[in-house]
């Protein structure tokens, strides 16, 4: 109670600006309340769009806004730039360490949690380093160097055997991610980069797309996942399923299959298999006494709070809830879900469990391909693709962001133009100044090492 005899307003923090915050913050926006977003990045990534800034299709500021933008209209919320580092559930309040200043507390009144999930290489943290996830922008953006790296490291090199190296493409992981990412480079490889080189016909390039599992996007079903294995033969993909990775290193992977080890040499390695949730969702479990399953997501009740702790939830890919799936459409309806409990318990209203509705899934297969799943409706090819359109321009932040994304998708899919090409070539592995975790990260990428080298190993 405030001097003035007023009730103090409710607060209430929300920890990270994606999927799993920032409707949250929308609709919490327009209510009586103080809301505080935590997150350690200053924008809000539309995630299933990255690898087409790996490929060159569109630049990172268009499938990314400012959260700063997207909530300017909202006069109650405030921004603050902050990795959180724990919880104090009992006294209520988020320890958040800005990047320039001393850790902070934030009170709060209600707390909801969206930290998301991180890459997972199974116990294997150091194939990291040769084989990057695509999880960030910057994920995104070492992708493309490597990448279009290659195909510059295939043009110098002299050595057959070295060429082929060069032009061998490894993605562990046959779910949505590895499929759409090893479609995209084949239509680069065939399309976009045709007598862009003199050495080699960039067609020639070879697209490997591993995974342990029997068959590409299980999730779709055997109709779809059977479409999707032919549509990706089609475009020339290699499909190697019954594939296990043992080893990542600068130079390929090793595999074990049902007929023994074997090496593939590859100069550019993506995983895309299988994701860990953010440190936060244990700390969140240990505070609370709550389980976590093996990919350490948090487990809540149904109306995605933490036990003792109703005042707290926790939603998107870092919670464990009735075998949900992890797409973003979980993520956006339980964060919808958070916000309107607070709303109707501020109001005095009864609260309900969370329940998820199934908007379909979708996922695109290079060029007017795609496959399609909504209800008991299946679809595949370009009636597929058009639902996959309209569903990535829906979700897209701003107007200007989804006009400029047709713009892009017309020239690459009509057309032959990728206009993000650009990278850099830096020796940042030998630049002292540079984070020691920055400077392996370079050292171990393909394309410094063809300077350093040549064409690679004897």
């Not at 969206?114 to 194939?127: L, N, P, R, T």
């Not at 510059?152 to 490894?170: F, H, I, M, N, S």
């Not at 007017?368 to 309209?390: E, M, T």
């Not at 070539?425 to 030998?430: I, R």
């Amino acid at each position: 109670m405030h001097a003035t005899g007023q009730m103090a307003r409710h607060r209430v923090v929300v920890v990270g600006g994606g999927f799993g915050g920032l409707p949250a913050c929308r609709l919490l926006g327009r209510k009586p309340v103080d809301v505080t977003l935590l997150d350690r990045r200053n924008h809000h990534l539309f995630q299933p769009l990255l690898y087409h800034v790996a490929t060159g299709i569109l630049s990172e500021g268009q499938i990314a806004v400012p959260i700063r933008q997207a909530l300017h209209r909202r006069e109650n919320v405030r921004v603050k730039l902050a990795e959180v580092t724990g919880f104090d559930l009992e006294r209520r309040v988020v320890i958040a360490k800005p990047p320039v200043h001393d850790a902070v507390e934030v009170p709060y009144d209600s707390l909801i949690v969206a930290a998301g999930v991180g890459q997972s290489y199974f116990g294997h943290d150091e194939f990291a380093l040769y084989a990057p996830g695509m999880k960030t922008i910057d994920d995104a953006l070492e992708l493309r160097r490597r990448i279009f790296g290659a195909f510059e490291g295939a043009e110098l090199a002299t050595d057959p055997d070295k060429r082929e190296q060069w032009l061998t493409v490894v993605i562990v992981g046959a779910g949505p991610t590895g499929v759409e990412l090893a479609g995209q480079v084949r239509e680069l490889a065939v399309r976009s980069l045709r007598r862009n080189f003199r050495a080699f016909d960039p067609a020639a390039v070879r697209v490997v797309l591993l995974d342990a599992g029997k068959e590409p996007l299980a999730a779709f079903g055997d109709r779809l996942s059977g479409r999707a294995s032919a549509m990706l033969e089609k475009l020339g993909v290699e499909l190697r399923m019954g594939s296990r990775v043992t080893n990542v290193d600068a130079f390929g992977v090793d595999v074990e299959t049902e007929n023994g080890q074997e090496r593939i040499a590859a100069r550019t390695v993506v995983w895309a298999a299988g994701v860990q949730a953010s440190p936060l969702a244990k700390m969140l479990a240990d505070a609370c006494g709550a389980d976590t399953d093996r990919s350490g997501r948090v487990a809540t009740l149904p109306y995605m709070t933490l036990p003792g702790h109703p005042e707290v939830f926790a939603v998107g890919d870092m919670v464990t809830l009735n075998n949900l799936p992890g797409v973003a459409e979980v993520a956006m309806q339980g964060s919808l879900h958070a916000a309107n409990t607070i709303v109707r318990r501020l109001s005095g209203e009864s609260t309900k469990p969370f329940r998820y509705r199934d908007l379909g899934t979708v996922a695109s297969i290079g060029r007017f391909r795609a496959i399609c799943s909504v209800r008991r409706l299946r679809l595949s090819g370009f009636p597929a693709w058009v639902v996959w359109l309209f569903v990535h321009l829906a979700f897209l932040n701003s107007f200007s962001n989804r006009l400029a994304a047709v713009w892009r998708w017309f020239w690459a899919m009509v057309g032959r133009t990728r206009h993000e090409r650009i990278f850099s070539v830096t020796h940042t592995g030998g630049d002292l100044s540079a984070p020691e975790s920055v400077r392996e990260k370079i050292r171990a990428s393909p394309f410094p090492a063809m300077q350093d080298t040549g064409a690679g190993p004897d």
